[in-house]
């Protein structure tokens, strides 16, 4: 199914107070759509199958944006996998049936670029999925996360189901985790430089070597293609969600520390994992159907950075490092 989604369609975004599910509440609202359906952790669990049946049964969504996730960042990942594991395959399964068993007319799984393999061509297509062997710092939520992609290709193909996955790069923006020790590099690097240049401290730690690469898209970015591929695409498997741009984690730093105004060292921690080399998405199929990101990532990272500044007054205390 493909075309414009109507404006008053009953749309259940899940995980809205999310990195990603929070920029889907506001872009979708932005849009016009007047019936977003969220619910909080507390008013549905949905690790709990029943629960979400229940809902589904309910408040009949028409339309699903499958957001919801346990994330973080590389330690946070190797330190929890079973976490991992379990939460985003009880998930997936939870929200991916009950799609089906209440007849949602159109479903979009968001996975991540760590579904292909370690070392996979760069940048990497589609067709590398399931290649080769899965970086291991982050094997346990790849798996999962291809197990979703899987599941809503079972849906399409036995139950004709119009569930689709797309794959967005690291992701960063407004509502990011800013814990030092579950983040990803991005924000981690940001409230680093903050801390320092307001400390007058001699450098901030990088963690690995800063040579992996990483390709970097603005949340509010993804947002829109969420709404473009829900209104024009409806095929099979994984389809990326990328800028076609990467750094080096080094560059990233110093491109934050530039942005945030601190100009002192950067000390590279060795004992902290580099995962995986290089994670650039081949995003041809996605600019051929006609989608491409328009926020670069210095503007993005600036943008960030406002808000990051601004979160102690709205009640957002980026929780304390460990
Ligand atoms: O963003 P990140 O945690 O995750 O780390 P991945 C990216 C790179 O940045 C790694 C380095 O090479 C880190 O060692 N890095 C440098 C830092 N300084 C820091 C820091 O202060 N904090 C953090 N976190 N990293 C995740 C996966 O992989 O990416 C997930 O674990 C998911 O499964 C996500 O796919 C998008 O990019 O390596």
């Not at 670029?113 to 346990?140: D, V």
């Amino acid at each position: 199914m493909t075309g414009p989604l109507p404006r008053d369609a009953t749309l259940f975004v899940a995980g809205h107070r999310g990195l990603v599910g929070s920029a889907i509440v506001r872009h979708f609202a932005a849009q016009g759509f007047t019936n977003l359906l969220t619910r909080t952790r507390a008013e549905l669990d949905l690790l709990d199958p029943h629960a979400v049946d229940a809902f589904f049964a309910s408040e009949r969504p028409q339309v699903v944006i499958l957001a919801a996730a346990k994330v973080g960042g590389i330690l946070a990942n190797a330190t929890y996998p079973a976490d991992f594991l379990y939460q985003n395959l009880m998930i997936a399964a939870n929200v991916i049936h009950a799609a089906h068993a209440h007849d949602v007319r159109k479903l979009l799984n968001l996975g991540s670029s760590c579904i292909y393999p370690k070392h996979a061509p760069q940048p990497m297509p589609e067709s590398a999925l399931l290649t080769g062997p899965l970086e291991s710092t982050n094997r346990a939520y790849a798996i999962a996360k291809i197990a979703a992609i899987e599941l809503c290709d079972a849906y399409r193909a036995q139950h004709g189901r119009s569930f689709i996955s797309a794959m967005p790069t690291n992701l960063y923006g407004p509502g990011d985790n800013f814990d030092l020790e579950t983040s990803h590099v991005l924000p981690a690097l940001l409230r680093k430089a903050v801390e320092a240049r307001d400390a007058g401290a001699p450098s901030i730690t990088v963690w690995g070597s800063g040579t992996p690469r990483r390709e970097f898209l603005y949340v509010d970015d993804l947002a829109d293609a969420c709404l473009f591929l829900l209104e024009h695409f409806d095929e099979p498997g994984p389809i990326n969600v990328g800028t076609g741009v990467d750094v080096s984690i080094r560059e990233l730093a110093e491109m934050v520390c530039d942005v945030i105004g601190y100009e002192g060292e950067l000390a590279f921690d060795a004992g902290k994992p580099d995962g995986t080399p290089r994670k650039l998405m081949d995003v041809t199929r996605l600019t051929r159907a006609g989608w491409s990101a328009t926020t670069d990532l210095r503007t993005g990272l600036a943008r960030t950075a406002a808000w990051y500044r601004e979160a102690p007054e709205r009640g957002d205390v980026p929780s304390p490092s460990v």
